[in-house]
């Protein structure tokens, strides 16, 4: 199982950036899906995520500037990044809770995408 991050950059305070994460391999079902992040000398933190593709739990930090939805066809989840600020500045990792084989559950972790937020 692998998942794919894509669409980070660099953007202006105010901007918006869209990232996507598309999971494939050996994939029975997805039970969570969703982004955390890590700014260099912080722990790592929830940013989004959903859970059996209906349940959201978001960061307080983004409340209210980051929406994420979920694609099942394509086991792919998105995190529209609006009202971005400097301090949302970090690598951010796409985590997935994924059934491999029949009650066989693994997380697995994306390989991480920069957002750097100019002020």
């Known amino acids: 199982v692998q998942l794919q991050a894509s669409g980070g950059g660099l953007v202006q305070a105010g901007g918006s950036l869209r990232l996507s994460c598309t999971a494939s391999g050996s994939i029975f079902s997805i039970n969570a899906i969703g982004w955390y992040r890590q700014a260099p000398g912080k722990q790592r933190e929830l940013v989004a995520r959903i859970i059996t593709g209906i349940k959201t739990n978001y960061g307080d930090a983004v409340k209210g500037r980051f929406t994420i939805s979920r694609e099942d066809a394509s086991n792919t989840v998105y995190l529209q990044m609006n009202g971005l600020k400097p301090e949302d500045t970090a690598v951010y990792y796409c985590?997935?809770?994924?059934?491999?084989?029949?009650?066989?559950?693994?997380?697995?972790w994306g390989q991480g995408a920069q957002v750097t937020v100019s002020s």
């Open positions: 985590n997935a809770n994924i059934e491999i084989s029949s009650a066989n559950w693994r997380n697995y």
